[in-house]
């Protein structure tokens, strides 16, 4: 069974289902897979192209519902009422709404603003009126309903090997080498990459974060001190870094941010990240936020 379910940008919900009145669900187009774009160059009297890879289109989620009124007068002020909560006008500002998509297999949001608001879609049979409603996603990959939580923990030890290194003031043979500092394994279960949202409490010199498989890092050149809070998000047009101070004092660390760093994102299936504080505390709190995304549901 499929049902939609749409949040306003001033919170308010449409709830749309096969069987449940005054939103009927009849259908919906525009969820799976998008449209690429390939970026490719041709320079001049060579054969073929050059390709450089893919770029995943917006997206446009058409629906097809009925409203239902148990007498006409109902069915008009339910009509009247989807108009309000669906019309365009809301997304003046540049303000995204939550477009929710459930099926038996699971249930999935994308950010979505309304492109065409509720219109006719048909002639009306009694207390039935067919309309339709187009929302648009700049962002097409899904979400899972909600975030994946985890938290780096502080892991201090080593591994021995049994290599017998004969030397003067060795007592026991053998080399060991250390393994200290936050580390946390995120799975990513989307087919598609996935931004990551992370909050640092605790003192530190250079708090860094890194993805351990690429090496790629991001690391802010600006002291924590106790209590204080660093917050990062590598989402694509809405990249942030900010510390709010203990003092309640809120400072924008983006320009902070080291030269050298990547706004990295995780890859599908599971990614190692490691933090390190550049005080060598063993304290600090980190805690990683990120929702699995997918290229269609």
């Known amino acids: 069974m499929q049902k939609i379910r749409y949040i306003n940008p001033r919170g308010e919900v449409v709830e749309v289902s096969p069987f449940v009145p005054p939103y009927i669900f009849e259908s919906v187009s525009g969820i799976g897979?998008?449209?690429?774009?390939?970026?490719i160059q041709t320079p001049a009297g060579m054969d073929g192209a050059l390709y450089y890879g893919l770029r995943l289109n917006d997206r446009e989620v058409t629906l097809n519902l009925h409203v239902y009124g148990d007498e006409r007068r109902s069915m008009y002020e339910n009509r009247s009422k989807l108009i309000r909560i669906l019309g365009?006008?809301?997304?003046?500002?540049?303000e995204k709404g939550k477009l929710f998509y459930e099926n038996d297999y699971g249930r999935w949001w994308i950010p979505a603003v309304v492109r065409q608001g509720p219109r006719e879609?048909?002639?009306?049979?009694?207390?039935?009126?067919?309309?339709?409603?187009?929302?648009?996603?700049p962002d097409p990959?899904?979400?899972?309903?909600?975030?994946?939580?985890?938290?780096?923990a502080y892991l201090s030890g080593g591994f021995k090997f049994p290599l017998n290194i004969p030397a003067v003031n060795q007592l026991t043979p053998g080399i060991r080498f250390g393994s200290r500092g936050y580390v946390a394994t995120i799975?990513?279960?989307?087919?598609?990459?996935?931004?990551?949202h992370v909050e640092i409490t605790g003192t530190a010199t250079r708090p860094r974060i890194e993805l351990v498989k690429t090496g790629e890092f991001l690391a802010v050149n600006r002291e924590l001190a106790a209590g204080d809070r660093l917050t990062i998000s590598t989402e694509r047009g809405a990249k942030l870094a900010t510390i709010v101070?203990?003092?309640?004092?809120?400072?924008?660390?983006?320009?902070a941010i080291d030269p050298q760093s990547t706004w990295f994102q995780l890859q599908p299936g599971p990614n190692e990240l490691s933090y390190s504080s550049g005080d060598d505390t063993t304290t600090a709190t980190v805690i990683i936020r990120t929702f699995s995304r997918f290229g269609g549901v």
Request: with cysteine; net charge positive.
């Open 33 to 39: 897979a998008v449209d690429v774009t390939s970026n």
């Open 88 to 94: 365009s006008a809301l997304n003046r500002s540049g």
């Open 187 to 196: 799975v990513n279960d989307g087919d598609v990459q996935a931004p990551i």
């Open 141 to 152: 990959a899904w979400r899972t309903e909600t975030a994946t939580v985890n938290r780096l």
């Open 245 to 255: 101070r203990a003092t309640g004092t809120i400072e924008n660390a983006v320009g």
């Open 121 to 137: 879609n048909g002639r009306r049979l009694r207390n039935y009126f067919p309309m339709q409603i187009v929302f648009y996603c």
